[in-house]
């Protein structure tokens, strides 16, 4: 078959010419259809099958790859892949408009309704379309698939064509529909792994950035209404996740109601449970899109897909799933995998796997949606693998802290390590026991709130953590636990006294001790009197302070704990400190320091505290001060860090150092700052060594 330069219909009269002693293609035209000059005139324009281009925002690159390709012609397929909604055929539209000038023979267009809720289109009878798109009459057209797909072949063979197939749902649906010398662009929300191997060129698509969100809202809404509300519409882009579908309704339903505030909107979509409907507009919008993807997952990858969108967590990995699944990860492996080659799941290198937000939310609804057994039991597993793995943490962090042995997988190499992972995963534990408590696992529920202590303890939280600790002594209440409820009364306590509601804490504490005395319980009756010494020690009562920590120290050498005397006895010995009896307090530190071996935290506690009792002996006091500011760090607590660096502060402040002591004091409430927690104090401390407001110079070192 030839053609002229530079012509860019077929001429049929050339195209009768071509005989069966000629080689070409698998099948000769004039083998399959005879004389095509009898039904077909001299000439017929070239197909023009692209549909209007839509609205492009935010997507240069991609947009500047596909023209690249397209030109240099050394992939002859491209795949253009994303999750539902992220703009595959606007792009490969807007695309091959642009390219048409360098497909003079055609451009042909099918969608292929992979994901429609009817039955996706037939590959024969697409060639049959294409065919008679260049002029074969359709009783010429082959019944047979194969000899449709060597005659498409043949038509467009050294010709300049571009196939352009949207909606792919498998790389099966589209092999017979690429020819061989053609350029073709697919679009898919699966990866179409099959399609990649044979040599296709992938290209994925994200979502928009904030910037290009808020571009593609000012091409639909009227620029000024945003300009108004710039706030409102930050979130707003926020709340759509960079979806352009999402954006796109949203943008729709602000234009149609012009004197609508962008506020009233952000509210409206602000609630997780109505956000997928405001997200839909007719037969069209992001649950739509997520339903024809859901519904072709097999069952098991399914199932999975449910149970993860009742997971607390935003990240998650393999043996979050098989928990789920009650299975291996070797098992669940491939369910993720499926997952992500259908665009459904997002990898996150070094850490695991994420929904998208809007996926999430399908997700859950889906989860929600099933049999109730279902939900119940992948609720139950997924609180457990919470409290499994805090559990383990905890532990980590302080190996003599009485809880179970966790049933977990998850190891720390350090105390630091389980802190860092205690505190990334704060917002999903705190999820998750709001959820356990919804759904009534009260035991589960103050569980994992317990095992939150240790992260308290070292990284703060001081302004939220009273509400969570006041949900696990609700929990404990309702499932009649009476060890749970004391040790929850002692964590609402510990809250109360961080924020200086001392009789409040102190009534908690309390009715902890009542509840351990009806358990017969003396270590724990000893930890209780310890607990109401703190709260005198804060009140400034030092003799009663005293009294209760000597209580509790004997408590513990009667019960055989001589770390917790230990700790104690750090207790007593800043008391004295605080009441002038510095002396006193050395020796009972330097005693204590021993059997704090294996406890970090309260054995540098106790070298902070010994350098107080120095602060009369500057360079002893710094000695020990800087070795308690150390270990702080390498536990990476910065509640003990600033507590170390203040007492720095405070002995360089006795000793006339007042520009070191003000260094002291800044790096101490950088931190309690960090920390939400009260910097009053410090504050004073620094307007008594410093005039200036202004950080020293050597803060930011």
């Not at 253009?80 to 695309?95: D, F, W, Y």
């Not at 043949?154 to 061989?180: I, K, T």
């Not at 360089?652 to 910097?679: I, P």
Request: glycine residues 6%.
């Amino acid at each position: 078959m030839r053609r002229n330069p530079g012509d860019g219909g077929l001429t049929y009269e050339r195209v009768n010419r071509i005989d069966g002693t000629v080689l070409g293609p698998a099948l000769q035209i004039h083998t399959l259809i005879g004389d095509v000059n009898s039904h077909i005139g001299a000439r017929l324009p070239p197909p023009q099958q692209l549909p209007r281009p839509c609205t492009l925002v935010g997507r240069g690159e991609q947009l500047d790859s596909l023209h690249r390709e397209l030109a240099a012609e050394t992939t002859r397929v491209i795949l253009v892949t994303g999750s539902p909604g992220v703009g595959k055929t606007s792009i490969v539209v807007r695309c091959a408009h642009n390219m048409i000038a360098g497909f003079p023979d055609g451009q042909l267009y099918v969608d292929l309704q992979g994901y429609a809720p009817v039955a996706a289109l037939n590959p024969a009878d697409i060639l049959a379309g294409f065919i008679r798109a260049f002029g074969i009459a359709h009783e010429r057209i082959p019944a047979n698939p194969a000899e449709r797909s060597a005659l498409f072949k043949s038509l467009v063979a050294g010709r300049r064509v571009l196939v352009v197939l949207d909606n792919a749902n498998s790389a099966a649906q589209v092999a017979d529909l690429v020819p061989g010398d053609c350029m073709v662009l697919v679009t898919s929300r699966e990866k179409l792994v099959g399609l990649v191997c044979d040599g296709a060129r992938l290209i994925q698509l994200r979502p928009l950035s904030r910037n290009d969100a808020l571009d593609l809202l000012r091409q639909i809404v009227d620029p000024a209404r945003l300009e108004r509300e710039p706030e409102s519409a930050h979130e707003l882009v926020a709340l759509c996740e960079g979806v352009p579908l999402a954006l796109s309704i949203v943008a729709a339903r602000l234009a149609g109601r012009e004197h609508l505030a962008l506020s009233d909107m952000v509210r409206d979509l602000a609630q997780e449970k109505q956000r997928l409907d405001r997200l839909s507009a007719e037969n069209r919008g992001v649950r739509t899109a997520l339903w024809m993807s859901y519904r072709r997952l097999p069952d098991e990858v399914a199932r999975l897909y449910r149970a993860l969108g009742r997971f607390p967590g935003v990240i998650f990995d393999d043996s979050v799933a098989a928990a789920l699944l009650d299975q291996r990860p070797d098992q669940v492996r491939p369910l993720i995998e499926r997952l992500i080659e259908a665009n459904l799941l997002d990898d996150v290198p070094g850490r695991g796997y994420t929904f998208h937000a809007l996926v999430r939310l399908h997700a859950r609804e889906m989860a929600d949606s099933t049999d109730p057994s279902e939900l119940r039991t992948t609720i139950e597993r997924a609180v457990n693998w919470y409290v499994q793995s805090a559990r383990s943490a905890s532990r980590s962090v302080k190996p003599s802290r009485r809880i179970p042995v966790p049933d977990s997988d998850l190891s720390f190499n350090s105390p630091a390590a389980a802190l860092d992972w205690m505190h990334q995963e704060y917002s999903n534990i705190r999820t998750a026991a709001k959820l356990a408590f919804e759904h009534h696992l009260y035991e589960d529920t103050w569980h994992l709130v317990d095992t939150l202590w240790s992260l308290f303890l070292h990284r703060g939280y001081q302004v939220e953590r009273l509400n969570i600790e006041e949900l696990g002594l609700l929990a404990a209440q309702a499932c009649h636990n009476l060890e749970g409820e004391a040790k929850m009364l002692n964590r609402v306590g510990h809250s109360l006294r961080a924020q200086a509601r001392y009789d409040d804490a102190k009534k908690h504490f309390e009715l902890a001790l009542d509840i351990w005395r009806q358990l017969d319980d003396n270590y724990r009756i000893a930890g209780a009197y310890r607990r109401l010494g703190l709260v005198e020690l804060d009140c400034g009562r030092y003799q009663e302070a005293a009294a209760l920590f000597r209580t509790a120290i004997k408590g513990y050498d009667a019960t055989r704990e001589p770390q917790a005397a230990a700790r104690a006895t750090c207790d007593l010995a800043h008391t004295m400190i605080e009441d002038g009896r510095r002396g006193e307090a050395a020796p009972l530190l330097a005693g204590a320091l021993t059997a704090l071996d294996g406890d970090p935290y309260n054995k540098a506690r106790a070298l902070v505290l010994l350098g107080l009792a120095h602060s009369d002996q500057p360079g002893i006091a710094e000695e020990h001060l800087q070795q308690g500011l150390k270990l702080m760090r390498e536990i990476k607590s910065p509640d003990g860090e600033a507590f170390a660096l203040q007492t720095l502060g405070l002995v360089a402040q006795r000793s006339g150092q007042l520009e070191k002591a003000s260094e002291y004091y800044w790096l101490a409430r950088v931190l309690l700052a960090g920390m939400d927690s009260d910097t009053a104090e410090i504050d004073q401390r620094l307007r008594q060594v410093t005039s200036s407001d202004v950080p020293p110079g050597h803060l930011g070192r």
